[in-house]
């Protein structure tokens, strides 16, 4: 049984620092591009950061960029998201994915990776607070 397990969500202040954790169970985690998305109250579904399988390349969203890191242990099975100066906008329930396409890109250097499977964590919720 395929399962991604979130935790690490709860209540920030603004400019605080929040770390989430997903662990896979269940599938082949290391053949896995990882990623994160959130989902705020009447707003779609979108990417904030991603990693590739061996965990060398990271892609993030523009609003994230600088903030936030991703990173991932394949011993583990384990991927996680740090969150350094929260910004009442990063207000969400964040989703632990694995599988979807994350392309990286670095002057000529251009590198997508997928899986044709792809799961869904459960969601943690985020919530900055003033």
Known sequence: QVQLAESGGGTAQLGGSLTLSCVGSGFDFSNYPMSWFRQSPGKARESVAGISKGGAYTVYADSV???????????????YLQMNSLKSEDTAVYYCNAGSEITYSSGSFRLTESHEDEYWGQGTQVTVSS
């Open 65 to 79: 960029k600088g903030r936030f890191t991703i990173s991932r242990d394949n011993t583990k099975k384990a991927v």
